[in-house]
């Protein structure tokens, strides 16, 4: 096994999209900060995303089993760190948000988003993987929030 410090300093080269991952349990909405976001499978449409098992949002999203992953827009950094920070209690109360299909919040500017239901979870160290399968998705034209090198970036990209 590699070093863990030399794991992160690798990781750091890599450059990721930026999404707000969002769930609901008992009326309450909760969202995490998450760039382990990938596509898994196109039959069923389905993604996945690792979360810490010790934050918040996991508690909601494998008591819920549901999600919604927000990729976020080039402007919108401040809720990237807003929903990285250590807020505990209304968490929502200056986000703007509609629902979709499962009543996550879908947050008001992402580029697109995924609204997902667990369908499987592998528990690897200290994270979980879960896969979502995609009961409902919606893209925007805009461009990306980027992380690459411990920062935000805007990638000076434009999708339609
Ligand atoms: C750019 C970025 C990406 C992150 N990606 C993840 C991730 O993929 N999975 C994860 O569990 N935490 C990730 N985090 C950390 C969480 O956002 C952070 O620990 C958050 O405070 C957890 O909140 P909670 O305990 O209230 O749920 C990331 C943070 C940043 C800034």
């Given at each position: 096994m590699t070093n863990p410090e030399l794991f992160k300093h690798a990781m750091r080269h890599v450059p990721t999209g930026v999404t707000v991952v969002t769930s609901l349990k008992d009326g309450e909405p909760r969202g995490i900060t998450v760039n382990s976001f990938a596509s898994v499978s196109l039959d069923p449409p389905s993604l996945l995303i690792c979360v810490n098992?010790?934050?918040?949002?996991y508690l909601f999203i494998s008591t819920s089993r549901i999600f919604c992953v927000n990729v976020l827009a080039g402007n919108q950094r401040s809720l990237a760190e807003h929903f990285s920070?250590?807020?505990?209690?209304?968490?929502?109360?200056d986000v703007g948000y509609a629902i979709d299909a499962t009543g996550a919040p879908v947050l008001d500017g992402s580029i697109a988003h995924f609204d997902c239901e667990v369908a499987q979870e592998y528990s690897v160290g200290s994270h979980s993987i879960l896969i979502g399968n995609v009961l409902s998705c919606k893209s925007r034209p805009g461009s990306p929030l980027g992380y690459f090198n411990g920062g935000f970036h805007d990638f000076g990209i434009h999708v339609d």
């Amino acid at each position: 096994m590699t070093n863990p410090e030399l794991f992160k300093h690798a990781m750091r080269h890599v450059p990721t999209g930026v999404t707000v991952v969002t769930s609901l349990k008992d009326g309450e909405p909760r969202g995490i900060t998450v760039n382990s976001f990938a596509s898994v499978s196109l039959d069923p449409p389905s993604l996945l995303i690792c979360v810490n098992r010790e934050a918040r949002s996991y508690l909601f999203i494998s008591t819920s089993r549901i999600f919604c992953v927000n990729v976020l827009a080039g402007n919108q950094r401040s809720l990237a760190e807003h929903f990285s920070g250590k807020v505990r209690e209304l968490q929502f109360a200056d986000v703007g948000y509609a629902i979709d299909a499962t009543g996550a919040p879908v947050l008001d500017g992402s580029i697109a988003h995924f609204d997902c239901e667990v369908a499987q979870e592998y528990s690897v160290g200290s994270h979980s993987i879960l896969i979502g399968n995609v009961l409902s998705c919606k893209s925007r034209p805009g461009s990306p929030l980027g992380y690459f090198n411990g920062g935000f970036h805007d990638f000076g990209i434009h999708v339609d």
